[in-house]
């Protein structure tokens, strides 16, 4: 049988509450029969204290004690004409003025075998040498004792051995009452809490229930699922969560449809001419001159520079891409790249100028031939675009421990708003940066995942020149 978790988090809140409720009770009733306990025992000494000065108000009479040593009866008598409780007291008073009492005494022999167990047998009284005049003789347990005094000396000591358990029976049913009404009071608070429970742990875990539908409809596809936040507890953070999920899920869908869809453009586009320009020279159309070859290989140069940049980009997708790093010097990949591209700069007729401004002794913990797989792909973006006659700045500089690359151009630039999807896979800005001038969209993407890859990092604003800035930060090593 499946449980669900609203009736396990009703069943945990339930035993909590009746541990609780089980916990208070025990604690409250050990609490009342122990403070009623004190109670009795503080009214026996209210009592006590009556009897001590009838006591000494006999003995000035007196003189001694032989009154109470002859006729027990009568310190019986005094002592129960003390006691306050009305019934129980004349009870006492009949049955010790009118029963004829000889001689039978419990245990010490100073009190009537016929008289229950009560007040009256845990009063004890002393002379001023500690006999026992009356009562059970405190012997060893040395309960508190009261003094009785006659002109400043000691003639007597009056005490009462502490009650343990209650023997009155008003007091055993006033306890007995009070503990039907904690249970009572513990049995209703159980209740009412069970009724609060239910209703509380189901509003507790309609959130919870909200997200696994959620789930289940972002597992099945749905990536538009989104779910309303309405607290700002750990729920309300796992809400939010789940749609910044679902957000990051339904935008990789609709990367990953973009980027079928550009890269069967991009493969269809020279498949397309190669296919045409093949068919023309077998129809007879085109000569088989120099010139049609030419461009036939042009087109198979530019497939597989498409699918080369594709595989550079899967390798980095899966954490494939090597990396050989090792101490190196910091513009040697750069000098290499502007070496590569020299021909292409010639041939555009654009001035290239360096400023490289860094110590002797600085290193880059560096792969040499990605750096200049990464600056080659940035200059070749630069020339490319650039138009010809245009300029080229390349400022290599120390800031703090980092090596930063400034790659500025001028005319045409980059719109601001697309400055930021640079770097986008297959992301090309329409008005300069088509397929007439080369490339697929994928050269910036390659720099950014080198650029990851070694802990730097990569950005592009507009150029002070007027054209594009590409900003590259590089760790030092240490």
């Not at 594709?310 to 790093?325: E, I």
């Not at 990605?370 to 630069?382: D, H």
């Not at 400034?406 to 697309?418: E, L, Q, S, Y």
């Amino acid at each position: 049988m499946k449980i669900t978790l609203h009736y396990k988090l009703f069943g945990a809140i339930l035993t909590a509450i009746l541990v609780v409720v089980i916990y208070m009770s025990l604690v409250m009733q050990w609490s009342f029969d122990r403070g009623f306990l004190v109670y009795v025992n503080i009214v026996v000494q209210d009592q006590l204290k009556r009897i001590a000065a009838d006591l000494e108000s006999h003995y000035r009479e007196l003189k001694s004690w032989r009154t109470f040593t002859d006729d027990h009866k009568k310190m019986a008598l005094l002592i129960v004409d003390n006691y306050p409780e009305g019934r129980q007291k004349e009870h006492f008073l009949e049955k010790i003025r009118h029963e004829k009492i000889e001689a039978e005494f419990a245990h010490s022999g100073l009190l009537p075998i016929d008289i229950p167990p009560h007040f009256l047998l845990r009063v004890f009284f002393l002379d001023e040498h500690k006999e026992t005049i009356f009562g059970y003789d405190p012997g060893d347990m040395h309960p508190e004792m009261m003094e009785l005094r006659y002109q400043n000396r000691v003639v007597g000591y009056l005490g009462v051995h502490p009650a343990k358990n209650l023997s009155d029976i008003h007091q055993v049913v006033f306890v007995k009452q009070q503990k039907v009404a904690f249970f009572l009071v513990a049995g209703a608070g159980f209740l009412i809490a069970a009724g609060l429970s239910l209703p509380f742990a189901y509003r507790l875990t309609r959130p919870i229930r909200r997200l696994a539908m959620a789930t289940r409809d972002l597992a099945s596809g749905k990536y538009q699922t989104r779910i309303d936040v309405k607290s700002a507890d750990e729920l309300g953070q796992l809400s939010r969560d789940f749609n910044d999920l679902a957000e990051v899920l339904e935008k990789n869908k609709q990367a990953r449809s973009q980027w079928v869809a550009d890269i069967s453009h991009e493969l269809r586009t020279p498949l397309s001419i190669l296919r045409g320009k093949i068919e023309a020279l077998q129809d007879g159309v085109y000569p088989p001159t120099g010139e049609t070859f030419k461009s036939l290989h042009n087109e198979v140069l530019h497939l597989g520079m498409l699918v080369d940049d594709l595989y550079q980009l899967s390798l980095s997708d899966v954490g494939a891409m090597s990396y050989h790093r090792a101490e190196v010097m910091p513009c040697w990949a750069l000098q290499k790249a502007i070496e590569m591209l020299q021909s292409e700069l010639e041939g555009k007729k654009q001035q290239l100028e360096t400023a490289i401004d860094i110590d002797a002794d600085v290193f880059l913990f560096a792969d040499n031939e990605r750096l200049k797989q990464l600056f080659t792909n940035l200059l070749a973006n630069s020339i490319r675009y650039t138009h010809e006659g245009g300029k080229i700045v390349i400022q290599v500089q120390q800031e703090g421990k980092q090596l930063v690359f400034n790659i500025k151009d001028t005319a045409p630039g980059v719109p601001g708003d697309h400055l930021p999807h640079l770097f986008d896979r297959l992301y090309r800005v329409d008005s300069s940066r088509s397929r007439d001038l080369g490339g697929a969209g994928l050269g910036l993407s390659i720099c950014y995942n080198i650029v990851k890859g070694h802990n730097g990092t990569i950005e592009a604003k507009p150029s002070p020149l007027g054209g594009l800035w590409v900003r590259v930060c590089l760790p030092l090593s240490n």
